[in-house]
């Protein structure tokens, strides 16, 4: 089983639509959950970042950990076709070295 | 403020050889990280570095290896190619331990191993 799950996609909606993009995680000992945007031929790029349980908002953006079902939602509001790329969740922990565990990523398509 | 820079942006191999990927931080980043992007694997912790050390090493082969120079850049030397190595190749740096939060990526160099 690996540590973080993520549905690869694709994910199509229509622009205007929320978006819920999910990962599931089985290390208890998460304690940093961030999200990246990556456009296509580009390096990933830092949405935000959340430590431990709760939501963090940031304009359209909206985090959610639940450590309790080890589970971590980015949610999108008024989805637009410049949010078409593929969102990758990751997670560390502060033992062992601080890695950073990526999921393999959700793409996204945003339909005009 | 510049982002981080990684050269070249394509490298094309054969099996057996050696390849040598670069990387220049953000500046005032003492952290560097690379990562393997594999087609569907999604990112793979290579290495990490930090004041000139590496400070963690993901699940690769001793041929992966690397290093940081003074100036903060570190370099990522793969030998021994082998076809499954052909990926695209991911620097990030942060502000040091404390910052490995937000780490910002390069554009990444997609290695082609024939």
């Known amino acids: 089983q690996k540590e973080v799950e993520q549905d690869p996609g694709p994910l199509s909606v229509p622009e205007g639509a929320i978006v819920s993009l999910n990962c599931t995680y089985s290390n208890s000992a998460f304690q940093y959950f961030m999200w990246y945007r990556q456009y296509s031929r580009k390096g990933p790029e830092l949405l935000m970042y959340?430590?431990?349980?709760g939501n963090k908002e940031d304009g359209r953006f909206t985090a959610q950990v639940d450590k309790s079902s080890k589970y971590i939602s980015l949610f999108i509001r008024d989805s637009q076709p410049s949010d078409s790329a593929t969102y990758l969740c990751?997670?560390?922990?502060?033992?062992?070295?601080?890695?950073?565990?990526f999921g393999a990523g959700t793409r996204l398509f945003v339909k005009a | 403020e510049a982002g981080v820079t990684q050269s070249p942006t394509h490298l094309i191999k054969t099996r057996g050889q050696q390849a040598t990927l670069r990387c220049s931080p953000i500046?005032?980043?003492?952290?560097v990280y690379w990562y393997q992007q594999a087609l569907g694997l999604g990112l793979q912790f290579l290495l990490w570095y930090d004041e000139g050390e590496e400070r963690n090493r993901g699940n690769f082969p001793p041929r992966f290896s690397g290093r940081q120079f003074p100036n903060y850049s570190s370099e990522l030397n793969v030998n021994a190619l082998e076809l499954e190595d052909s990926a695209l190749y991911l620097c990030a740096s942060s502000r040091g331990t404390l910052g490995a939060n937000e780490q910002f990526f390069g554009p990444g160099t997609r290695l082609t191993v024939l």
């Open positions: 990751a997670m560390r922990v502060n033992t062992g070295g601080f890695k950073t565990i």
């Open positions: 500046s005032g980043h003492t952290s």
């Open positions: 959340t430590y431990s349980s």
